[in-house]
């Protein structure tokens, strides 16, 4: 099993620029999160899917950053425009269909390192 | 605002050592997670314990609840260079929808060969 896929790994960008990030969940699950780590404030969630449904946006800084979750094997996570301040590490996880203890793992892929000077 | 604290923040002990972190929480809980996390990667699940269980074991891990106090915490025994990553707790709150998460900031294990 491949496990989640996040591309890029590392991105360098600047100032005003739009950055795409990317996610393929693990097949069969229907979770899917997004994370951002940041040394000052540590994980925190920015959105939630269920079976391809934002279900929670709450985490999500402002209005410059926008997910979607087009099919039930691939999301994004983009930041237009993009600042200094959004310079972290973006992580993407999926959990199983809500059925069984195996719905509260999540499972995490490597994560994309993100700068923008 | 966070719900885990875990502590200490950072841990430097010798191979073969036990290794505790505690984490500590507000709020009433479902269950309560610790992941690791190495270097320059993802988060990997270690081990789930649920608010109405006090200890679990899982081969060198030990992990314990208080709901009373609000608190767990993970013991690593013989502990192993190849152990060196930060550990995390996450809670998942009681009324959370479907199981989301809230992490800590981790404590950061250094073992020493």
């Known amino acids: 099993d491949a496990g989640v896929i996040q591309s890029p790994r590392h991105e360098v960008t600047e100032m005003g620029q739009e950055v795409t990030l990317r996610c393929k969940p693990i097949s069969g699950h229907n979770s899917l999160f997004w994370y951002r780590q940041t040394m000052m404030r540590g994980l925190e969630l920015l959105i939630y899917?269920?079976?391809?449904?934002?279900?929670?946006d709450s985490g999500m800084p402002e209005d410059r950053f926008s997910a979607k979750m087009p099919n039930a094997s691939f999301s994004t996570l983009k930041i237009q425009p993009s600042e200094p301040r959004d310079s972290a590490v973006y992580f993407c996880a999926s959990s199983f269909p809500n059925r069984g203890p195996r719905q509260e793992t999540q499972y995490f892929g490597p994560g994309t390192r993100l700068l923008v000077l | 605002s966070q719900q885990g604290e875990e502590d200490p923040q950072a841990l430097s002990i010798q191979e073969g050592e036990n290794a505790t972190m505690n984490c500590s929480y507000k709020?009433?809980?479902?269950?309560l997670q610790w992941y690791r996390q190495n270097s320059g990667r993802g988060l990997v699940h270690l081990i789930l314990i649920r608010s109405n269980e006090r200890e679990k074991h899982s081969g060198r891990l030990r992990v314990t609840l208080d709901t009373s106090k609000k608190s767990s915490s993970l013991l690593i025994t013989a502990s192993r260079a190849a152990d060196t990553a930060s550990y995390f707790c996450a809670t998942a709150a009681v009324g959370a929808g479907s199981y989301q998460l809230t992490f800590g900031k981790g404590t950061k294990l250094s073992v020493i060969p």
């Open positions: 709020t009433s809980i479902n269950n």
């Open positions: 899917f269920n079976n391809n449904v934002p279900i929670d």
